[in-house]
């Protein structure tokens, strides 16, 4: 929230639609614990990633990167070699690198979504054909794909809205049966799932089952852009149906990029990192089961369900005067847990819970 909207607090009956960029923030000597951002390890702020974007700005001004330029060639090997890819190509958002990926299919191609995947996703292919699928549903899939003859699937590793891994094999086992076009969506699990971050991909070792993947480097690892890794003739044809929609990334996103791949790959540092933060994600659903809540998540990004969106919405608000920001969507709500809350702020959560969840009738009251 950029600058402070002072209103936005003093009114009781609304919740800001802009927050600051913090895990925790103190406005009128009050600590507000903000649970909507997705840097679980709290890398936007990195002085690594700072100093590199400003050491390229001041040697070479903010200008695009072009294909010659030593960070870009540098960004291109380290991907290659992270993710195990032929190629990769880079776009400073999202919705270019989605138009881009999708354009190298024909207009009779299926494509079949988890019902749980990313909304960019959905919004992208919304005019193409669709079939939507539930990942709990492997038989029901196989049933929507054997009636389709150009098969395209999107398999995600981690569920924004769940909060819990992918079948990610069974599906592949599916997808291999008839014979579609594997997309990995690493949108919501690239630098947060898998070996120090590597994706899911990596983590279910699948490399060779899947044909394309695309990430993203702002939602947990402090970058700028999305990447698409596959074979060089994708990416080719890519470029090509995309000269108007993807545009160069600037110097500085690239040197933040190539900043944040680098704390990506220190194991050590990343080891405590990931230690603490899913050790308190075991320790906040373990408490919220045991206070009554429902939750199927198994990561930090932890989904409450509620029995419909009015619950949810009240729930919200009453932590939000509690000083405890989440977010909600329908009758859920999301605490993306992150490195700078300690154990403390999580108890403090836990019994704002446990309170208002006895005042609405959820939580146990035994």
């Known amino acids: ?30 600590r507000y614990l903000n649970f909507t951002v997705f840097d679980c390890f709290h890398r936007k702020t990195s002085e690594d990633l700072k100093n590199a974007a400003h050491a390229i700005i001041e040697a070479r001004g903010i200008v695009p990167a072009d294909g010659n330029n030593e960070s870009l060639s540098g960004l291109h090997k380290a991907m290659s070699e992270l993710k195990k890819t032929e190629s990769c190509i880079f776009s400073p958002d999202e919705m270019s690198a989605l138009y881009a990926l999708f354009s190298i299919f024909g207009e009779r191609a299926t494509f079949f979504l988890d019902r749980e995947t990313s909304p960019s996703i959905v919004a992208t292919l919304q005019y193409r054909n669709l079939e939507y699928y539930n990942h709990n549903d492997l038989e029901q899939l196989g049933k929507l794909m054997s ?15 769940l909060g819990s891994v992918g079948l990610v094999n069974d599906l592949l086992k599916v997808a291999e049966l008839h ?109 919220l089961k045991q206070l009554g809540f429902k939750t199927v998540s198994e990561t930090p990004i932890i989904i409450v369900s509620f029995k419909n969106n009015e619950e949810a919405g009240e729930f919200t608000k009453r932590l939000f005067f509690d000083q405890i920001i989440v977010s909600q969507k329908k009758e859920r709500i999301r605490l993306c847990l992150s490195i700078e809350h300690s154990k403390e702020d999580l108890d403090y959560c836990l019994e704002k819970f446990e309170t208002i969840g006895e005042a609405l009738g959820i939580a146990k009251t035994d």
């Not at 009636?147 to 809205?161: F, H, L, N």
């Not at 090509?240 to 545009?247: A, K, S, Y």
Request: proline share 3%; aromatic share 14%.
């Open 147 to 161: 009636a389709k003859s150009e098969r395209v699937v999107v398999i995600d590793g981690m569920y924004e809205w």
């Open 1 to 30: 929230m950029k600058p402070y909207q002072v209103h936005l607090f003093t009114d009781e009956n609304k919740i800001p639609d802009a927050l600051p960029y913090e895990p925790c923030f103190i406005y009128e000597n009050k």
């Open 179 to 287: 014979d579609c076009v594997v997309i990995a969506n690493e949108l919501n699990s690239f630098g947060f799932i898998g070996r120090d971050g590597r994706g899911f991909v990596d983590l279910f070792n699948c490399y060779d089952a899947v044909d394309i993947e695309i990430g993203s480097f702002s939602r947990f690892l402090g970058g700028f852009g999305c990447y698409i890794a596959a074979k060089k003739y994708l990416t080719a044809k890519m470029k090509e149906n995309g000269t108007e929609i993807l545009t160069l990334m600037p110097q500085f996103m690239i040197a933040t990029d190539l900043a944040a791949l680098d704390v990506l790959r220190s194991e050590k540092h990343n080891k405590s990192m990931y230690q603490k933060l899913w050790k308190n994600a075991r320790y906040m659903i373990t408490r």
